[in-house]
Structures are given as structure tokens and as C-alpha cells.
């Protein structure tokens, strides 16, 4: 039988997570108790209507995606600050309600300070035929990374951030989970400098290339490989960490393309044609358009990246700013079998200052849903 969504929210109710022991018992989907309407209230956030437990009070939004809306709250019952985000009917679709489960999946398995945490998560519809909205509770951090590329960062806060996404990365390469989606708008931040990734990035089916039917995501900070529908390993996500260091750097995004194909010339343009060599791995009809278009000799990366980007007032942050430029012509590499990895990037001067064995090397979570991935269900059976 499928362990799907509603499933898995009545799963998270019943058992393991902790918050759940100071919320109300059986509130979610109970249609055989009385007065469980009563938990729950209703008020006007934006456009949209959040239906949330009593225990959440001082709901404000903070954020909105491609799945919703966010609010900050205060959660009475563990007495701090949260985040929560409704997921707007994630059953309109195939691609929604597996999204919605993917990330609700992966959330809970995985335990690691540099990925936002799931504390509750919740419906207010009662029965399965019912069932439309989910909510998710998670750790309320300051601000997403869009607001801190704004900002003139020091090397040491520079060199932190990018550190704590690489744990990251880290530990869901380690999970088996590739990204190959990282963006400013899903990486969040506390005023403390601590950083969390948000999302969990596409499903391995998920991914449309060059040539296929576009939709409307950011892609500045997709790969090569992604755009150009290569295969791809881990490091497909150093790409993405070269785009944002670049983006802090210059406060501008770097590859900022109208559609795929644009967004290819842009790479193209700035960091030169990659050799033959590299052709030959695309597909014929990829490759067949990548070789039409105009040649670009590319700009070395003291071009790209002058002295003037970075604070340089004293020779200690003239010799960052190199180790950093350094690092960002070993990330944005359009041929990922000559990029850096992230074990590589870990240990680079600029970051390794930071390395600690208890948050590098923590251990993987155990993803006990193998197929996540590769399942096909219709949107009855995903809500099931
Ligand atoms: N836990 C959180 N703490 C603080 N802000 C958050 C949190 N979760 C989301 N946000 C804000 O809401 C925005 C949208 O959230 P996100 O989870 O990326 O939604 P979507 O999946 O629809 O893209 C983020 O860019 C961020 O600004
Ligand atoms: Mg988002």
C-alpha cells in the first residue's frame, strides 16, 4: 500500500514528531471526534485564506513561492517563533502532489542544521474526500538569501554562508538526494549568520531541458548539464553555490537569461564556447544547436571579478579576495567533469577555515522511501 500524503500527515500526527506531544490530540482528520472545528480558526493572509491550529497566533506573511504562502507565527504550545507554509491545494496535479509529498518525505528524514527542520505539519479538512490544504510548520529564520545579496558582506560572514550551504549540500548528496536546483529565494538566514536550504530541488524526473517545453521558474542558477539535458552527478550543485557566490559578490545576478536558451548564451558569453570536447557529450539535436550559435572567447575571471568587487582594505582581505575569486573559477566550470566537487570545495582556503568534522561528516539519514522518485501515482493516489 502507498504511504501518500494524507497518509503521511496522519502519520507525522500519530507518531514521531515531537511537537506533536504539546499539540492537541487528535485534531487532524478525525472525523469520529466531536468539536475538532474548534481548533482551528480561520483569517485572510494576502489572496489567500490560512486555516491553522489555535495554537498558532500572530500569523504574518513573510514569503510566497511557487507552492504558496509563507507566515511567521508564534506556536503557543512550544513557545517560539514559526514558519508556516501553506501548500495551495497541492493536488491540483501530478506534478504538485508528488512535489508535495517529495518534500514532506524528506523533511522529516532529514536532521541536519544547515536544512530547515519540519515541526508540524497539519490539515484542517477532515476526511480523506475532503482532504485539499497542508500546512508545514518549520523553524522561522530572519530573512532568504535575495535580502543578503544586497548586502556588503565581509569575507568572514562571505566564506561562512558558503561553508554552511555546502554542509548542506553535503548531507543530501550523502542522503542521495541531488538538488540541482539551489536558489537565493530557497536558502534562508537568521541575522546570526546560521543558513538553511529550504527545498529539497527537482525530482530526478523533474528536470526540463534546453529543448523542451519551458515553464516559469528562475533558472539562473541551473547547470550546464541541466539546461543542456546532460547526465549530472553531485557536483551539479557546486554550479548553483559558484552562481550565488558570484551573485553576493557583484549584487547582480550572474547569468540572468529571459528563457533556457537565453540563459545559455549568457553562460556562454561571459565564461567563453567550451571546446569540442564538450560537444561531443551533448545529444545530437542539443548539440547540433549549441554548435550554431555565434562563438564567445569568454573573459578570464580577474575580468569577470575585479579587485574593486571585494572589500579590500587591508592585505589580508586582498588575499581573500583572491582565494575567493580562485574558488569561483573552480565552481563555474561549464564541463562538471573538470568543476570542483564539494569534498574539493570544502577543504578550499577560502572556506576551510570553518571545517568541522561534527557538521561536515554528520551521518546521512536513512531515506527509507527508495523509490521517491520513481513514482507514478495519480493525484487520487497521492492525496490517498
Ligand atoms: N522557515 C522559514 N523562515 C523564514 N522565511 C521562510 C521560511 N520558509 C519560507 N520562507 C520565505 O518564504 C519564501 C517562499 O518559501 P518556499 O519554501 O521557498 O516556497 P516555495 O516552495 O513555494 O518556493 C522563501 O523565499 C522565504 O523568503
Ligand atoms: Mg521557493
Given at each position: ?50 486555516t491553522v ?30 514558519a ?77 554562508l ?9 548531507h ?46 528562475t ?5 550546464p ?43 556562454i ?46 592585505e ?13 573559477s ?40 527508495k ?14
Amino acid at each position: 500500500m502507498c504511504v501518500c500524503v494524507h497518509a503521511f500527515v496522519h502519520f507525522c500526527v500519530e507518531h514521531s514528531l515531537d511537537a506533536q506531544k504539546a499539540a492537541p490530540q487528535g485534531f487532524i482528520m478525525n472525523n469520529n471526534k466531536r468539536g475538532e472545528e474548534r481548533e482551528f480558526y480561520s483569517l485572510d493572509v494576502g489572496d489567500s485564506t490560512f486555516t491553522v491550529l489555535k495554537c498558532y497566533q500572530n500569523l504574518r506573511p513573510i514569503g510566497s513561492g511557487a507552492q504558496g504562502i509563507v507566515c511567521s507565527a508564534y506556536d503557543h504550545n512550544l513557545e517560539r517563533n514559526v514558519a508556516i507554509k501553506k501548500l495551495s491545494r497541492p493536488f491540483q496535479n501530478q506534478t504538485h502532489a508528488k512535489r508535495a509529498y517529495r518534500e514532506l518525505v524528506l523533511m522529516k528524514c532529514v536532521n541536519h542544521k544547515n536544512i530547515i527542520g519540519l515541526l508540524n505539519v497539519f490539515s484542517p479538512q477532515k476526511s480523506l474526500e475532503e482532504f485539499a490544504d497542508v500546512y508545514i510548520v518549520m523553524e522561522l529564520m530572519d530573512a532568504n538569501l535575495c535580502q543578503v545579496i544586497q548586502m556588503e558582506l565581509d569575507h568572514e560572514r562571505l566564506s561562512y554562508l558558503l561553508y554552511q550551504m555546502l554542509c548542506g549540500i553535503k548531507h543530501l548528496h550523502a542522503a542521495g538526494i541531488i538538488h540541482r536546483d539551489l536558489k537565493p529565494s530557497n536558502i534562508v538566514v537568521k541575522s546570526d549568520c546560521t543558513l538553511k536550504i529550504l527545498d529539497f530541488g527537482l525530482a530526478r524526473t523533474a528536470a526540463t531541458g534546453l529543448l523542451m517545453t519551458p515553464y516559469v521558474v528562475t533558472r539562473y542558477y541551473r547547470a550546464p548539464e541541466v539546461i543542456l539535458g546532460m547526465g549530472y552527478q553531485a557536483n551539479v550543485d557546486i554550479w548553483s553555490v559558484g552562481c550565488i557566490l558570484a551573485e553576493m559578490i557583484r549584487h547582480k545576478i550572474l547569468f540572468a537569461g529571459r528563457d533556457y536558451i537565453d540563459q545559455w548564451n549568457k553562460v556562454i558569453e561571459q565564461l567563453g564556447t567550451p571546446p569540442q570536447e564538450f560537444l561531443m557529450k551533448l545529444n545530437q539535436s542539443v548539440r547540433t544547436y549549441v554548435e550554431n550559435r555565434p562563438r564567445y572567447a569568454g573573459y578570464s575571471f580577474d575580468k569577470l571579478f575585479p579587485d574593486v568587487l571585494f572589500p579590500a582594505d587591508s592585505e589580508h582581505n586582498k588575499l581573500k579576495a583572491s582565494q575567493a575569486r580562485d574558488l569561483l573559477s573552480r565552481m563555474l566550470v561549464i564541463d562538471s567533469s573538470k568543476r570542483i566537487s564539494v569534498d574539493e570545495a570544502l577543504k578550499h582556503p577560502y572556506i576551510n577555515v570553518w571545517y568541522d568534522p561534527a557538521e561536515v561528516e554528520a551521518p546521512p539519514p536513512k531515506i527509507t522511501d527508495k523509490q521517491l522518485d520513481e513514482r507514478e501515482h495519480t493525484v487520487e493516489e497521492w492525496k490517498g
